[in-house]
C-alpha cells in the first residue's frame, strides 16, 4: 500500500511540475513551485498528499532547520498568487522557514499585488515571512545560484525523470527494506516460540523445515542487497561517468538514503544469521538428545536382556559339558557389542555436556546410569565365571570319580568266572584287581567333609546330592572290590589246600555168629565210624559244589547289573546332553530371531516364521527338562524298572509326532535361508561345527534312540522285576515311531476328496509295482501297461485300501502321493500267489472283475502285507458272523431230521456231477478236505435244498472248527476227501503232491507238522499235503481265492463240512453229510 501511494505522489509531482531542489545556505530544503497555470485544478487532498511526500524526502535533520518554499507567479495574476498563498499556509505539514514569491510581472498586476499583499498579509496566517520579489536577481540574494534551477537562473542541470526514476527505486528498496526486517522479525518470533519435538525424527523433520525457511530468508536478503546495490549504481553513475562532477544535494541524500538503507539491511542479516545460529545450534542439540535418548533406551533394554541372561545361567550345572557351555555362553555375553556400546554411548553424553549441551541434566544421570549397569553386569559376569571355574573343577573332580568307579566295575564284569576257577587264573584277577584299587587315591573322593568345605559357594541341593550318590557309589564299588577280592583269595588258596584222606570202604564185613558180643560191637563202631567219614566228605565236597554255583550265578547277576547300569547310565548322559542341546538351540537360534540388534541380519524369509523353523522344539525342551529327565534320574539305582517311567509317559512323547509332521516344512525353510548372515553368525557365537539343520535333526534322532536303549535294558534284564514292562515300553515306542513314520506318509496325500480319518486307523503303507486286469464277460481285459508296472504307494486303513502315485519330491521340502484309486475293503478278496512269483499276489474285488496284481520289494513284505490284510477280512467276518448265526441254527436243525435213504442215495448223483464237472460248489476254508478237518470222507453227497442259506463259513468260525478235536473222530487209513484248490508242491518240499481243485485223494498216514501223507486216485502219486493251515493251503495256490469280506468264496471252492462240528460228526461217520449248491453260500 505505501508502495502504490509513493508511486501516485510521484505521479502528482509531474503534475503539479512542483520538485524539491537543492539546499540553502543553513541547509534548510528548497521546494520550487514553477509556473502551472493549472494549479488550481488540483484536489486539496492531491495538493496536500504532494507536499506530505516532498517533506518526507529530505533527512530527519534537514527538515528540522525548515523548508524555503520559492513561489514563480511571474506570468500569473495576483488571485493566482493569493490562492497559492492561502493553499500553502492551509496544507503546508512541516516548519516553514521562509517564503519567496516572485509576484506578476506586469506593471498593473505587480501594482495590485503589493497593495494588496500590504493589506491581506494576516489572512495568510503564516508565522514565517513572505518576501515578495520583483524578479530572479532579488532571488539569487536569497538563495545561491547553483541550488536554483536554469529557469529561475541558477546552474543547476536538472532532469526530471531521472528524479523521479532515484526516487521511486529508492521508495522501492526502502519497502523491501522494511518488509524483508518484518520478514526476519517474524520468522525469528517463529522460531524462538517453537517447542522442541520429543522424538529424534520430529526433531530432524523440524530442524531441516527451518533450515529451508532461513534460506528463503537469505535468498529474499541477497535480492534486497543486490537492489540496493544497483541504485546505489544508478545514484554513483554521473562520477563514473565524470570523475569531477559534482553532486546536488539531492543527489547526495539519496545516496546518504540508499546507503543507510543497506546498512540497515546489513545489520538485520548480521542479527539474524546469529539469531540463526543459536537457534541451529539448540536444534542440532535437541536432535542430538532424542539420538542420545533413543539409543539409551536400546542400550538400557540389551543391558536388562544380557541381565536376564545372565542371572539365567546356571552357576554349577549338570555335568563337566553344561557347564563349559555355560562358561562359553557367559565369555559370548561378556564379549558381545552390547557393553562397549553402552560405555560408548556413556562417553559420547559426556561430550555433549562438555560441548555446552543445553539438556545437561538430563544426560548426566543417563550416563550414571549406564556406567553403574555396565559395572554391575561385568561385577555378576565375573562373579559368574569364577563360580562355574570352581563348578567345573568339581565335576571334573565328580567324573573322574565316577569314570573311575565305572571302569572298576567293567573290570569286575570283564573278569570271566571260568577263568577264575583255576589257582592261575584267580591270582591274575587278583592282581589286576589290586592293581587297580592302587590308582584309587588320584581318582576317588576321600573327604567329604572338605568337599562341603571348599566347594561351599557352589554346593545346592542338586549338586549335592551329585556328590553325595558318586561318593556312594565309591564306597558299593569298593564293596563289591573286597567282595571280589575275598573271592578271589578263596579261589586262589582253595586248591593248595590238602585233600582228606578217606579210608576205603571194605567190601565185605565177615561176621561170625559165634564172636564174643564184644568184637562184634567193636566191629560195628568201627564200619559206623567209616561209613560216617564218607558221608562227611560226600556232604564237604557237595556243599563246595553248591557254594561254588551260587557263587557263579551271584556273579553272572552282578555282572548284568553292571551292564544295567552302564545302559542307564548311558540313557541318562544322553539325555543331559540332549536336553543341553535343545537349550542351546533355542538359545542360540530361537532367541536370537526376537534380537533386535540381530534384526538386519534377519532374512525376510525368516519373519515371523520361527515356529515354522523350529516347530514345538519348545514343547519338547519343557517337557525333557522339568518332567522326563528328572523322573529317569530317580531310576539311577534301578534300571530294570525305568520302563514304568517310560510307560506312565508315553502319551506326553506323542508331541514328537507333531515336531516330526512339520519337518518337512522346517527343512524346506532351512534350504530357503542356510546360507543368511544371521545362521552364520549364530553358529559363530556358538562355536558350533555343524550348522542348525544337524541340530534340528536332534529330536528324530532321539525318539528313535529310545528303542535301541530298551532293547539293550531288556536285554540284561530277563527275569528281572521290570522286564514286562521294558517289554511294553518297547512296543510303545516302536508303535510311537510307526505312527510317526505313518502320519508322515498320510500328510503326503494329496487329490483325496474324502476324509483320511472316516476310513479308520491306518495299519500299513508301503511302494508297490502295480499290474491290473479287468473281466469284461468271460474275458479277461489287461491294461496296455501290464509289462511296465505301475509304482504305486499302498495305504491300508481298516476299512479302505488306498491307491497312490508313487511319490515325488516336492519344491515345498515334502513329498507327496496323488490319489489314484479306492478300494472298499468290505469287498475285498486276496490270492496270496500270483504267476508264480513268492513276491507277488492278487487283491481283487467284485468277483475278479477288477484284479491288482502287486509285487512288493521282498518275500517278506508280501507275507507282512497278506497276514495285515487277512487279520482286517477275519474281522470283518467276525462282526459278519454275528449277524448270520439265526440261519445256521436253523438249518443244523433241518440237517439233523433229515431221513437217512436220501443221504445213501446221494452218492450216484455225486458221481455223476463229478463226470460231468457241473458248476463247482462255494467252499470254506474249513471245508472236509481241509487239513484242518481230519477224518471227513470225500464221498459227498447232493441233495436238492432250498435255497435258504445267505450267509458263508470262515476258517475261525467256531462252528467249523475240527470234527476231531470236538467229535472224537479220529483219522484213519482210506479216508478220502476233496481237494479244495489247486495246490503246486513247493520248491523247498520235493516230496510234496501237487493236486488240483476237485481231485479226490486218499489219506495214507498223518505226519507230524500238519502235514498229511495222501494218495492222488486220479494219477496214483502219493506225496505230503500241508494240513496245519487251511488258508494257507488255500491261498497258497496259483488260482486260488481266500476269504472275501462280502462272505463270497472263490467259485471254484468244493466244500463238504459240517455246521456243528459236535453234534454232526456223527453223520460224517455215516457219510450223510452232503455237498450243497452255490446258492447257500452265495450272498
Known amino acids: 500500500k505505501n508502495k502504490n501511494r509513493k508511486y501516485y ?15 540553502a545556505e543553513n541547509g534548510s530544503p528548497i521546494i520550487v513551485f514553477p509556473e502551472f497555470p493549472a494549479f488550481g485544478e488540483l484536489q486539496e487532498e492531491e495538493f496536500h498528499n504532494v507536499l506530505t511526500y516532498l517533506t518526507s524526502v529530505p533527512s530527519v535533520t534537514a527538515s528540522g532547520v525548515g523548508f524555503i518554499l520559492v513561489i514563480d507567479r511571474r506570468q500569473d495574476r495576483w488571485t493566482a498568487v493569493k490562492g497559492t498563498l492561502l493553499r500553502i499556509a492551509g496544507s503546508f505539514p512541516v516548519h516553514l522557514q521562509l517564503v519567496l514569491v516572485l509576484r506578476p510581472s506586469t506593471l498593473f498586476q505587480r501594482t495590485l499585488s503589493d497593495i494588496f499583499f500590504k493589506f491581506n498579509r494576516d489572512e495568510f496566517k503564516m508565522k514565517v515571512p513572505v518576501v515578495m520579489l520583483s524578479s530572479v536577481t532579488e532571488l539569487h540574494a536569497y538563495i545561491d545560484r547553483t541550488q536554483l534551477p536554469q529557469e529561475l537562473g541558477g546552474t543547476q542541470d536538472y532532469c526530471h525523470d531521472t528524479w523521479i526514476s532515484h526516487r521511486t527505486a529508492i521508495e522501492a528498496f526502502a519497502l523491501m527494506v522494511k518488509t524483508t526486517a518484518q520478514t526476519l522479525q517474524s520468522f525469528g518470533t517463529e522460531l524462538a ?138 565369555n559370548s555375553q561378556e564379549e558381545k ?87 592261575d587264573g584267580a591270582e591274575a584277577a587278583l592282581q589286576e584287581l589290586e592293581k587297580y584299587l592302587d590308582t584309587a587315591p588320584q581318582h576317588q573322593i576321600t573327604d567329604l567333609n572338605a568337599i562341603w568345605r571348599d566347594y561351599d559357594s557352589i554346593l545346592n541341593p542338586e549338586l549335592r546330592e551329585q556328590v553325595e550318590k558318586v561318593f556312594q557309589k565309591q564306597v558299593s564299588m569298593q564293596e563289591m572290590f573286597e567282595k571280589r577280592r575275598v573271592s578271589l583269595k578263596k579261589l586262589a588258596a582253595k586248591q593248595t589246600r590238602p585233600v582228606q584222606p578217606v579210608a576205603p570202604r571194605p567190601e565185605a564185613i565177615i561176621k561170625f555168629p559165634m564172636s564174643p558180643p564184644g568184637e562184634s560191637q567193636e566191629t560195628r563202631n568201627a564200619e559206623d565210624n567209616i561209613l560216617n567219614v564218607e558221608h562227611c566228605r560226600i556232604v564237604e565236597v557237595q556243599v563246595q559244589n553248591d557254594g561254588s554255583r551260587h557263587g557263579s550265578l551271584s556273579e553272572e547277576e552282578e555282572n548284568l547289573a553292571v551292564l544295567r547300569r552302564h545302559v542307564m547310565n548311558e540313557l541318562l548322559e544322553t539325555e543331559r546332553a540332549y536336553v543341553e542341546e535343545l537349550l542351546c538351540v533355542l538359545q542360540g537360534y530361537a532367541a536370537e530371531m526376537d534380537n533386535p540388534a540381530m534384526a538386519h541380519l534377519l532374512p525376510s524369509a525368516l519373519l515371523n516364521r520361527k515356529d515354522v523353523l523350529f516347530g514345538n522344539m519348545p514343547e519338547i525342551y519343557q517337557f525333557h527338562k522339568r518332567t522326563f529327565l528328572r523322573e529317569l534320574e530317580t531310576y539311577t539305582d534301578v534300571p530294570e524298572l525305568v520302563g514304568r517311567c517310560f510307560l506312565e509317559r508315553m502319551g506326553d512323547l506323542q508331541i514328537y509326532e507333531k515336531y516330526c509332521q512339520n519337518k518337512p516344512r522346517s527343512e524346506s525353510l532351512w534350504r530357503q535361508c542356510s546360507d543368511c548372515a544371521f545362521f552364520q553368525e549364530c553358529q559363530r557365537k556358538l562355536e ?66 474324502g476324509s483320511l480319518t472316516e476310513l479308520g486307523r491306518l495299519l500299513m503303507q508301503g511302494s508297490f509295482s502295480v499290474w491290473t486286469e479287468h473281466k469284461k464277460g468271460h474275458a479277461k481285459v489287461k491294461d496296455l501297461a501290464r509289462f511296465k508296472p505301475m509304482q504305486r504307494h499302498l495305504f491300508l486303513h481298516e476299512k479302505a485300501l488306498l ?23 468290505s469287498a475285498v478278496g486276496i ?145 478220502r476227501f476233496t481237494v479244495v484248490a489247486d495246490y503246486e508242491k513247493e520248491k523247498g518240499g520235493p516230496q510234496d503232491l501237487s493236486v488240483k481243485s476237485g481231485d479226490m485223494v486218499q489219506l495214507i498216514k498223518e505226519g507230524g507238522d500238519g502235514q498229511w501223507f495222501v494218495r492222488n486216485l486220479g494219477s496214483n502219486k502219493d506225496g505230503w499235503v500241508a494240513a496245519a493251515n487251511l488258508l494257507t493251503l488255500i491261498t497258497e495256490s496259483k488260482s486260488s481265492q481266500s476269504l472275501c469280506s462280502s462272505g463270497t468264496l472263490a467259485p471254484s471252492v468244493c466244500l463238504s463240512a459240517s455246521f456243528s462240528s459236535v453234534s454232526l460228526s456223527r453223520f460224517v461217520q455215516e457219510g450223510t453229510v452232503s455237498c450243497y449248491p452255490n446258492s447257500y453260500f452265495e450272498k
Request: aromatic share 8%.
Open 9 to 23: 505522489f510521484c505521479s502528482l509531482q509531474s503534475r503539479s511540475n512542483t520538485r524539491l531542489w537543492g539546499r
Open 193 to 330: 516460540e517453537t517447542e522442541l519435538p520429543n522424538d529424534a525424527q520430529a526433531t530432524s523433520n523440524l530442524l531441516a523445515t527451518h533450515t529451508e525457511k532461513k534460506g528463503q530468508m537469505k535468498e529474499d536478503l541477497c535480492v534486497a542487497l543486490g537492489q540496493g546495490g544497483r541504485l546505489l549504481e544508478s545514484i554513483n553513475e554521473p562520477l563514473q561517468r565524470e570523475p569531477d562532477y559534482t553532486m546536488n544535494q539531492d543527489e547526495l541524500e539519496n545516496l546518504a538514503t540508499v546507503q543507510r538503507l543497506l546498512g540497515q539491511l546489513d545489520e538485520t542479516e548480521t542479527a539474524f544469521d546469529d539469531f540463526w545460529e543459536r537457534h541451529q545450534t539448540k536444534l542440532e542439540q535437541c536432535l542430538q538428545l532424542r539420538h542420545f535418548e533413543y539409543y539409551f533406551r536400546e542400550v538400557r533394554a540389551q543391558l536388562d536382556v544380557v541381565s536376564e541372561r545372565v542371572e539365567a545361567f546356571s552357576e554349577v550345572g549338570i555335568s563337566p559339558a553344561h557347564a563349559e557351555h555355560i562358561l562359553r555362553e557367559l
Open 337 to 423: 557389542d552390547v557393553l562397549d556400546w553402552a560405555l560408548s554411548l556413556a562417553a559420547e553424553g559426556d561430550g555433549l555436556i562438555e560441548s555446552a549441551h543445553y539438556a545437561e541434566d538430563s544426560i548426566l544421570p543417563k550416563c550414571s546410569e549406564l556406567r553403574a549397569v555396565c559395572d554391575e553386569v561385568t561385577s555378576f559376569l565375573k562373579t559368574k565365571k569364577v563360580l562355574l571355574l570352581r563348578a567345573m573343577e568339581l565335576h571334573h573332580c565328580l567324573e573322574k570319580a565316577s569314570r573311575w568307579c565305572e571302569e572298576g566295575i567293567y573290570l569286575l564284569a570283564s573278569q570271566p568266572v571260568d577263568r577264575c576257577q583255576s589257582q
Open 688 to 753: 558350533h561345527k555343524l550348522g542348525l539343520d544337524s541340530y534340528l535333526l536332534k529330536p528324530v534322532q532321539r525318539i528313535t534312540k529310545y528303542q535301541l536303549i530298551l532293547k539293550e535294558l531288556l536285554k540284561y534284564s530277563k527275569g528281572c522285576e521290570g522286564s514286562e514292562d521294558l517289554q511294553e515300553a518297547l512296543s510303545s515306542i516302536l508303535g510311537i515311531l510307526k505312527a510317526v513314520n505313518d502320519s508322515m506318509h498320510l500328510i503326503a496325500i494329496t487329490g483325496y476328496e
Open 803 to 825: 491307491f497312490c502315485k508313487r511319490r515325488e519330491e516336492n519344491g515345498e521340502g515334502y513329498e507327496k502321493a496323488p490319489f489314484k484309486h479306492f478300494l472298499n475293503m
Open 831 to 975: 490270492t496270496e500267489s500270483a504267476k508264480g512269483d513268492n513276491k507277488k499276489f492278487e487283491i481283487w474285488c467284485n468277483s475278479r472283475e477288477e484284479v491288482f496284481i502287486v509285487q512288493a520289494a521282498t518275500p517278506e513284505i508280501k507275507t507282512s502285507w497278506l497276514n495285515e490284510i487277512r487279520k482286517v477280512l477275519t474281522g470283518q467276518l467276525k462282526a459278519c458272523r454275528e449277524k448270520e448265526s439265526t440261519w445256521l441254527v436253523l438249518l443244523f436243525f433241518t440237517c439233523l431230521f433229515l431221513p437217512l435213504s436220501p443221504f445213501r442215495n446221494c452218492q450216484k448223483s455225486v458221481k455223476k456231477g463229478e463226470e460231468k464237472k457241473t458248476d463247482a460248489v462255494n467252499s470254506d476254508p474249513n471245508s472236509p478236505s481241509s487239513p484242518k478237518h481230519k477224518g471227513w470222507n470225500k464221498a459227498s453227497f447232493s441233495m436238492d435244498v432250498p435255497e435258504v442259506h445267505d450267509g458263508y463259513s470262515s476258517a475261525e468260525d467256531p462252528m467249523n472248527s475240527d470234527p476231531e478235536d470236538e467229535g472224537g473222530r479220529k483219522l484213519a487209513v482210506g479216508d
